[in-house]
């Protein structure tokens, strides 16, 4: 009896530790239920660039990342869907429209000549600039704490909508820098097609880091004519993205008469490994002359979901109190000690969903409450086999505890082959399935657990005290003779 | 209560031939219609939809949206042919799907609509746009999740039973796709009900179920062979069913419980998804006791291996020592 009391406790010890668990770390909820716009972008490979590489992707999705700080949404998500695609989720619905039009262009990179007399002006600018840059990430840092709570009462709602309007006003106000810096610079024709390559190398084996860019012959003609107007001026090179100043560099005296020749250039500056790869990945992106088309587009509106996460709430509750009333009712105290086992289960299953940020959409809570059937029919396989064993005029003890071993064997198979399912959905689903693949293994693994220790110990406990050691109460109607033990 | 099915079974194998055939008409209906075995929703098809809603904070609300004023609008727009329904309590919602719109031609219809119907409500508007790629891909990638899960399902029940066990329970499960997706056939002729990509979530649970189910009886058929080597199979098929059918009609009941709540109180997207489960788990309970089972039974009679104890080649014991 020692082992069964140290398990109970083990698994009480679990459900507390679940409950502190669903209070404090948030649930992530897709945008089919919070609200929000969803766009599946789709790189189209062009007759230059036949075979869209990693690297590519990799700077088209620092390209549209980029673009995304600028639509005003906090908490965005960016990610790389097979090959080709990027999924883009902006929670909230700000624009819809916008956020269509503005992802689904091309990205453009251009060299721009910084107009005379305008440095100290630029230095102003850019200073502005770098400012509202680090009150944007505060802000977006912050805000990120504040909509993700799951506890958010009314007043902390208004707040976040305060935070969203400071947001939307510092966004705004780059936007407003980025055009003033824009305007001290004059195009030089430079673009980024003509620029072939861009890439991070460590300068003089030091911890400083530098960029190297790369031109065609063309581009170095016209780096070499822009460097030279430029050099020792203390005026600088813009390089631009999409219309946003990303670096700009100055061109040191020396360079003069001739410009910088040979189609090759080095950025040096204080970069860091780090630094220097982002603004070569910046400068891949605007090189790629890959047009982005949105092939999907998915927006819900905010109360449209929180309806549609109400309704699913209330009645998976509603399920899951049919189920544990049908439990009491048809398999008396094993039912009852199956219903605080299945609490247990419900418990744990949400706890490891928070802890391990799983998103979930509607198909997730699908899983969920399918895992839930799953879970009961352990029990109820169990509790069959043990009202067997009673029949066939065994003890109550031995009929419990074969009742376990015997019903094992069945849960296994039914469970892996699930199992089986689920992996095969998760490795080759799309995003929806891929959710509820999710959910319903997780479910399936934590279902076992609880079934085979939660269950069996709770029983087995319970046969510890007297007053509980009747058979009809396992197995109504039975005749009571042959099971004194 | 104790069934003789493996007595019974032409019976049995009657009905789901009925159930099939006309599960199989349904799709050859929808295939001239649709050009595919179910009404294709959006995520298949390609297209845009928009489900707006009549802000009545400040328009006026005090009829119906009309159709016939919503199709005069799209008709400006070259959009005729678009479907147009008016949902929603008095009729204050309304859902448009046309072909796909680009980003210019949504806002222009949008603008259009809410000039003539009056101000809408931008919090419950849901906008989707699927262009035919990604249906194309959807569509392709469950097909590939479900082949491969099958694949592995056979194998798995190879090994831990043999492989007629698993050819069986794969002919159990396509029996059951293809009630659900015949019965979704015919609501899509009949009720227009489209398909979408949680149809084939839906799909797919089916299929773990109506494993799960078979799995739950040819365990307790091979304990009974293992037990009773010297039984006709028929008599342990019989045994193994009755013993098992309480527990499977318990479990389809609680999870059909609890898929009846989302159909009745569940949000509208929910709604068939639940509905094709509940079919499906039904399909999956029927078809593990009267099919998977009765096929075993005359499978293993007609390859000579009714009785276990006489075959040569006599069941081998997998893994686990035969409990007494």
């Known amino acids: 009896m020692g082992r069964q009391r140290l398990l109970l406790l083990l698994i009480f010890g679990l459900a507390i530790a679940a409950i502190?668990?669903?209070?404090?770390?948030?649930?992530?909820?897709?945008?089919?239920?919070?609200?929000?716009?969803?766009?599946?972008?789709?790189?189209?490979?062009?007759?230059?660039?036949?075979?869209?590489?990693?690297?590519?992707?990799?700077?088209?999705?620092?390209?549209?990342?980029?673009?995304?700080?600028?639509?005003?949404?906090?908490?965005?998500?960016?990610?790389?869907?097979?090959?080709?695609?990027?999924l883009v989720q902006l929670p909230g619905v700000s624009n819809p429209e916008q956020a269509r039009r503005v992802l689904g262009e091309t990205a453009q990179l251009e060299f721009r000549n910084q107009k005379p007399n305008t440095e100290q002006q630029f230095q102003i600018e850019n200073q502005i600039l770098q400012q509202h840059q680090v009150e944007l990430s505060l802000l977006q840092r912050t805000s990120d704490v504040t909509s993700t709570d799951s506890s958010v009462t009314a007043d902390e709602t208004d707040a976040a909508g305060e935070g969203d309007q400071e947001l939307q006003a510092v966004q705004q106000a780059i936007r407003d820098s980025n055009e003033a810096i824009a305007d001290l610079f004059a195009p030089a024709d430079l673009t980024g097609e003509r620029l072939t390559d861009a890439y991070a190398q460590p300068f003089n084996n030091s911890n400083r880091w530098e960029v190297v860019i790369e031109f065609n012959a063309e581009g170095a003609a016209l780096?070499?004519?822009?460097?030279?107007?430029?050099?020792?001026?203390?005026?600088?090179?813009?390089?631009?993205?999409?219309?946003?100043?990303?670096?700009?560099?100055?061109?040191?005296?020396?360079?003069?008469?001739?410009?910088?020749?040979?189609?090759?250039?080095?950025?040096?500056?204080?970069?860091?490994?780090?630094?220097?790869?982002?603004?070569?990945?910046?400068?891949?992106?605007?090189?790629?002359?890959?047009?982005?088309?949105?092939?999907?587009?998915?927006?819900?509106?905010?109360?449209?979901?929180?309806?549609?996460?109400?309704?699913?709430?209330?009645?998976?509750?509603?399920?899951?109190i049919l189920v544990l009333i049908f439990m009491a009712v048809y398999y008396r105290l094993p039912g009852i000690l199956a219903d605080i086992a299945l609490v247990v289960?419900?418990?744990?299953?949400?706890?490891?969903?928070?802890?391990?940020?799983?998103?979930?959409?509607?198909?997730?809570?699908?899983?969920?409450?399918?895992?839930?059937?799953?879970?009961?029919?352990?029990?109820?396989?169990?509790?069959?086999?043990?009202?067997?064993?009673?029949?066939?005029?065994?003890?109550?003890?031995?009929?419990?505890?074969?009742?376990?071993?015997?019903?094992?064997?069945?849960?296994?198979?039914?469970?892996?082959?699930?199992?089986?399912?689920?992996?095969?959905?998760?490795?080759?689903?799309?995003?929806?399935?891929?959710?509820?693949?999710?959910?319903?293994?997780?479910?399936?693994?934590?279902?076992?657990?609880?079934?085979?220790?939660?269950?069996?110990?709770?029983?087995?406990?319970?046969?510890?005290?007297?007053?509980?050691?009747?058979p009809e109460l396992f197995c109504p109607g039975i005749s009571t003779a042959p099971s004194k033990s | 209560?104790?069934?003789?099915?493996?007595?019974?079974?032409?019976?049995?194998?009657?009905?789901?031939?009925?159930?099939?055939?006309?599960?199989?008409?349904?799709?050859?209906?929808?295939?001239?219609?649709?050009?595919?075995?179910?009404?294709?929703?959006?995520?298949?098809?390609?297209?845009?939809?928009?489900?707006?809603?009549?802000n009545c904070a400040v328009a006026d609300c005090g009829s119906p949206i009309e159709p016939a004023e919503v199709r005069s609008i799209l008709a400006t727009q070259g959009l005729e042919t678009s479907v147009i329904q008016v949902s929603g309590e008095e009729g204050q919602s309304v859902s448009v799907r046309t072909r796909n719109l680009d980003v210019d031609e949504e806002a222009t219809l949008r603008t259009a609509l809410e000039e003539a119907i009056g101000p809408l409500d931008s919090q419950a508007t849901q906008i989707d746009s699927v262009g035919p790629v990604i249906g194309r891909q959807l569509f392709t990638s469950g097909l590939l999740a479900l082949l491969v899960s099958f694949a592995g399902i056979v194998i798995y029940l190879s090994l831990r039973f043999q492989l007629d066990y698993a050819v069986l329970a794969i002919v159990a499960l396509l029996h059951d796709v293809?009630?659900?997706?015949?019965?979704?056939?015919?609501?899509?002729?009949?009720?227009?009900?489209?398909?979408?990509?949680?149809?084939?979530?839906?799909?797919?649970?089916?299929?773990?179920?109506?494993?799960?189910?078979?799995?739950?009886?040819?365990?307790?058929?091979?304990?009974?062979?293992?037990?009773?080597?010297?039984?006709?199979?028929?008599?342990?098929?019989?045994?193994?069913?009755?013993?098992?059918?309480?527990?499977?009609?318990?479990?389809?009941?609680?999870?059909?419980?609890?898929?009846?709540?989302?159909?009745?109180?569940?949000?509208?997207?929910?709604?068939f998804f639940a509905l094709a489960m509940i079919i499906g788990f039904v399909s999956g309970a029927y078809s593990s006791i009267f099919i998977a089972s009765t096929l075993l039974a005359w499978w293993r009679e007609r390859s000579g291996r009714a009785i276990a104890g006489l075959s040569d080649t006599a069941e081998p014991t997998t893994g686990e020592t035969p409990q007494v």
């Open chain 1, 223 to 320: 780096f070499s004519e822009l460097s030279r107007n430029i050099a020792g001026t203390g005026r600088s090179i813009g390089i631009f993205l999409d219309d946003r100043l990303i670096s700009a560099p100055t061109v040191d005296v020396q360079y003069a008469d001739t410009g910088i020749t040979g189609g090759g250039a080095v950025i040096s500056g204080n970069f860091n490994a780090e630094s220097a790869n982002d603004l070569a990945i910046q400068l891949r992106g605007g090189a790629l002359p890959l047009p982005v088309e949105v092939v999907e587009t998915r927006t819900v509106g905010p109360t449209l979901g929180r309806d549609s996460i109400e309704r699913s709430l209330y009645a998976a509750i509603a399920g899951l």
């Open chain 1, 20 to 86: 502190v668990v669903i209070s404090q770390v948030p649930t992530r909820l897709g945008l089919d239920l919070r609200g929000g716009t969803q766009l599946t972008l789709q790189i189209q490979p062009t007759e230059e660039i036949p075979v869209i590489t990693d690297r590519d992707m990799e700077a088209v999705q620092r390209v549209i990342s980029g673009r995304i700080n600028e639509l005003g949404v906090s908490e965005t998500s960016v990610q790389q869907l097979g090959q080709n695609q990027l």
């Open chain 1, 345 to 470: 289960y419900a418990l744990l299953t949400l706890a490891v969903f928070n802890l391990l940020g799983v998103t979930l959409t509607l198909p997730g809570i699908a899983g969920f409450i399918l895992s839930i059937g799953i879970a009961v029919d352990a029990n109820v396989l169990i509790f069959e086999r043990t009202r067997e064993e009673l029949r066939s005029g065994r003890t109550l003890y031995r009929s419990v505890e074969s009742g376990f071993d015997r019903a094992f064997s069945s849960i296994l198979d039914s469970n892996v082959t699930t199992l089986i399912a689920c992996v095969a959905l998760f490795w080759l689903g799309a995003g929806l399935v891929k959710g509820f693949a999710l959910t319903l293994g997780i479910g399936v693994l934590l279902s076992m657990f609880t079934a085979i220790t939660c269950s069996r110990s709770l029983l087995l406990f319970t046969l510890g005290m007297p007053q509980f050691r009747k």
């Open chain 2, 178 to 271: 293809l009630v659900t997706m015949g019965l979704f056939a015919w609501l899509g002729l009949l009720l227009h009900v489209e398909v979408n990509s949680l149809f084939i979530v839906a799909l797919l649970t089916i299929v773990g179920f109506s494993v799960n189910d078979t799995v739950v009886i040819y365990d307790r058929i091979r304990e009974s062979i293992r037990l009773h080597p010297e039984q006709h199979i028929n008599d342990l098929v019989d045994d193994g069913v009755n013993q098992t059918l309480s527990r499977s009609i318990n479990t389809t009941l609680t999870t059909v419980l609890t898929l009846m709540a989302i159909v009745l109180f569940g949000g509208e997207t929910l709604k």
């Open chain 2, 1 to 54: 209560m104790k069934l003789n099915i493996t007595r019974q079974r032409s019976f049995w194998w009657l009905i789901s031939g009925l159930v099939l055939l006309a599960s199989l008409i349904g799709m050859i209906l929808c295939w001239q219609q649709f050009r595919a075995p179910l009404r294709p929703g959006l995520d298949f098809a390609g297209g845009t939809r928009l489900q707006l809603v009549r």
